[in-house]
């Protein structure tokens, strides 16, 4: 599949790049988009929820009252999980959410994601463009030159960019990554994928 090079301007280049097939054209799996999805919201979680449990929460270990014909519920000291105040029964730990994935599972689940986009004809192919400074103003023209403004725009360079990555950064919908780091979870949370040229050959040598 061909498309045309647009530069920030929206106004084609008259250069045309070929997709690779075997990256942007698959039978997509949605069970391994869903597992690199899965993996990658895991991985985001910091795990530290803790509650105290009886033995942690300070007080007195004093029996309160007699064993049975108290007519409530057997308890022992102040710190029971019957009473205000006492121990968190099987509260939640500091965990690690995370889990392993095959490689192969992963680059499968961001070729999915990609093809998906294809052919949601939600993936604009750029000319390779930089700023002088950052400069919010400059995102906002680029989104409106290419007619996509409103919606969520996900930038995949080249390389780290740091004046467009802080013309980017104030605004809500925007995103930028490098072609090196791209995942299926910020493929698929763009409504569409902006793409420069040496991006498309970078994600080529790692799928391809």
């Known amino acids: 599949m061909e498309l045309n090079v ?57 029996k309160l009252g007699r064993q049975k014909g108290g007519g409530g519920a057997r308890h022992g000291d102040i710190n029971s999980p019957l009473l205000r105040g006492g121990g968190r029964v099987f509260g939640p730990k500091p965990r690690d959410y995370s889990f392993k994935l095959n490689k192969k599972v992963k680059q499968l689940a961001r070729r999915s994601a990609l093809t998906y986009k294809v052919q949601e004809n939600a993936l604009v192919v750029l000319q390779d463009f930089n700023f002088d400074a950052p400069k919010t ?18 930038f995949v360079l080249p390389d780290a960019n740091k004046n467009v990555y802080l013309s980017a950064r104030n605004l809500q919908r925007t995103d930028v990554i490098e072609a090196a780091k791209v995942n299926t979870y910020k493929i698929l949370n763009a409504d569409v994928l902006l793409i420069t040229e040496k991006s498309l050959e970078t994600i080529d040598s790692i799928l391809g």
């Open 137 to 154: 103003k400059e995102m906002v023209n680029i989104a409106k030159n290419l007619k996509v403004d409103g919606k969520k725009l996900l």
């Open 6 to 62: 647009l530069n920030i301007n929206g106004q084609e280049t008259g250069r045309k790049v070929t997709l690779n097939e075997a990256i942007f054209g698959i039978e997509p799996n949605d069970h391994v988009v869903y597992l690199d999805v899965k993996q990658y919201l895991a991985n985001q979680r910091q795990g530290n929820a803790k509650a105290k449990e009886r033995s942690e929460v300070s007080g007195s270990t004093r």
